[in-house]
């Protein structure tokens, strides 16, 4: 799939009536993925904002930030497995850069796994640069995590 994928893909804000299919994505995706009750308080939080990618009126991947005091932290991002390495995690990403900032962050930070070589390409892509290591972060294998960040022009 490729340039047609992309234009007939669509990125829009998550809602309640998209947590079973975001659900099954995630489970897909990650060992210890949120339960439906999180997900909900997740989307109803004020400081969390989820979107949802989708092709075709599919939901093929989701991503999402907290924003707090002007820095925006992202939390998840996701593809469908089948989807990629397509550039989808690139437009996710940017595009939540974009609504971060929108709403008002001036800086956007993250974690990401040592070993997680795709994601840390998406964000290097679109500006993050990594500023130090959390050793031993995740508990179900003790891997490090690599904090990165990306101010924008107002921060
Ligand atoms: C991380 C993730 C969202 C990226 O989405 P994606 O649609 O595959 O991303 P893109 O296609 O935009 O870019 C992926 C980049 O990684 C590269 N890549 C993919 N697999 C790779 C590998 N095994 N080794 C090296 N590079 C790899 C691709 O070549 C591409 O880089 P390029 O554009 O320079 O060629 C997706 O892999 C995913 O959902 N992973 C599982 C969930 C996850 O780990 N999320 C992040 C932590 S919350």
Do not use: C
Not at 74 to 80: E, G, K, L, Y
């Amino acid at each position: 799939m490729g340039t047609a994928a992309k234009k007939s893909s669509k990125i829009r804000r998550m809602t309640a009536a998209d947590i079973n299919l975001v659900g099954e994505l995630a489970r897909e995706l990650f060992k210890d993925e949120w339960s439906q009750e999180t997900w909900i308080a997740e989307i109803n939080n004020n400081i969390s904002y989820y979107t949802v990618l989708e092709i075709d009126n599919q939901i093929v991947g989701y991503a999402g930030y907290w924003l707090v005091a002007g820095e925006a932290q992202i939390i998840r991002i996701a593809v469908a497995r089948k989807l990629q390495g397509q550039g989808f995690g690139n437009l996710l990403v940017a595009d939540m850069v974009e609504r971060a900032i929108r709403e008002g962050a001036l800086a956007v930070s993250l974690e990401v796994r040592e070993s997680n070589i795709p994601a840390r390409k998406v964000y290097e892509k679109n500006g993050f640069v990594e500023s130090g290591i959390r050793p031993n972060y995740y508990q179900d294998n003790h891997e490090n995590a690599v904090i990165m960040w990306l101010r924008t022009e107002q921060g």
